[in-house]
């Protein structure tokens, strides 16, 4: 995620590793936010379902439109598919299990 501000030789810095990792905290933040928003308007039903759909969709938005816009993932084919795919799995699990825990919604 640093690399959408930081040039290949900063990147390394601890400075773009915060900004990174602020970036990142930030995704995962509005992933939750819309998934919040989705699952109260159509209740908790296939709430992983619909975890993993959302996240994979923005994250599919982030690293397959977004960074080879800005010239990140060049490097390698793969890397921005294997960053899809982490972002998919862990964020779309994660965020389904924690709303899960405290989700409020009638269903």
Do not use: R
Request: aromatic letters at 14%.
């Amino acid at each position: 995620m640093g690399g959408l501000f930081y040039n290949k030789e900063l990147l390394k810095t601890w400075s773009a590793q915060i900004h990174g990792m602020i970036d990142a905290i930030g995704v995962s933040a509005v992933n939750g936010v819309l998934l919040g928003g989705v699952l109260f308007f159509t209740g908790i039903d296939y709430l992983y379902a619909k975890s993993v759909t959302l996240s994979a969709a923005g994250a599919y938005f982030l690293f397959l439109v977004v960074y080879p816009q800005t010239g990140l993932g060049k490097d390698s084919l793969i890397v921005p598919w294997v960053a899809l795919f982490g972002h998919t799995v862990f964020n779309g699990v994660l965020t389904g299990y924690i709303l899960k825990k405290i989700c409020l919604f009638k269903k």
